[in-house]
């Protein structure tokens, strides 16, 4: 257990519906990304937040993906309109950039699969 | 997209023996970091090497760094089953800001009994 947590951990939607995923970071973190993983691959990157503020959203992170941070705790990852394609497991990370190592903590993840 | 490549794509050893992989990538780089991940399970961080270092130890595990070559590699002494795993190198890019990481493809490690 790194300390990360996110929930749920799978989830099943049909195609077209709407999901929303939550991550808990480790507490002193002020910095943490998101990134999905398809089947057989390395995860890619998505998005990650310094505190509340959102620095940078991946071109992969298409118009009916939003991520929030809104007091910069936890996290919460909105999908809209799922596609099949949307099917993937999506991590989350933490870490904490001063006082600390480079390293990021990833959390257990959240399997998509989108029927 | 995939920065990184490992080698090989996939490993079989017996139990005692040592594993090696290889990882290569493109960028200029801050670190060079080996995960481990468990079948459908979340990443856990082995080992980080920054890029002025060549070589690292952490219990069973080596890592070497060759910047000029662009390319790292992971030694597991002693293998055991546990090690059974998917095992990922990250590259944390000079460019680009955020120290978001970028992944290989992965190389898959089964060590049997």
């Known amino acids: 257990d790194t300390g990360v947590s996110q929930d749920p951990r799978h989830k099943i939607t049909k195609r077209g519906q709407n999901v929303t995923f939550r991550c808990d970071p480790i507490?002193?973190?002020?910095?943490l990304y998101w990134y999905r993983q398809t089947l057989g691959q390395g995860p890619e990157f998505l998005t990650y937040?310094?505190?509340?503020?959102?620095?940078?959203k991946s071109r992969l992170l298409s118009d009916r993906f939003s991520a929030e941070r809104p007091k910069g705790s936890f996290s919460t990852l909105e999908i809209q309109r799922t596609e099949q394609g949307d099917s993937a497991m999506y991590l989350c990370?933490?870490?904490?950039?001063?006082?600390?190592?480079?390293?990021?903590?990833f959390g257990p993840g959240t399997r998509l699969t989108v029927l | 997209s995939q920065q990184g490549e490992e080698d090989p794509q996939a490993l079989s050893i017996q139990e005692g023996e040592n594993a090696t992989m290889n990882c290569s990538y493109k960028?200029?780089?801050?670190?060079l970091q080996w995960y481990r991940q468990n079948s459908g399970r979340g990443l856990v961080h082995l080992i980080l090497?920054?890029?002025?270092?060549r070589e690292k130890h952490s219990g069973r595990l080596r890592v070497t760094l060759d910047t000029s070559k662009k390319s790292s590699s992971l030694l597991i002494t002693a293998s055991r089953a546990a090690d059974t795993a998917s095992y990922f190198c990250?590259?944390?890019?000079?460019?680009?800001?955020?120290?978001?990481?970028?992944f290989g493809t992965g190389t898959q490690l089964k060590v049997e009994l």
């Open positions: 937040f310094q505190n509340e503020a959102q620095l940078e």
């Open positions: 960028t200029s780089i801050n670190n």
């Open positions: 990370a933490s870490r904490k950039t001063r006082m600390g190592g480079d390293e990021q903590f």
């Open positions: 990250a590259t944390d890019a000079i460019t680009g800001g955020g120290n978001k990481l970028t």
């Open positions: 090497i920054r890029s002025n270092e």
């Open positions: 507490s002193e973190h002020n910095r």
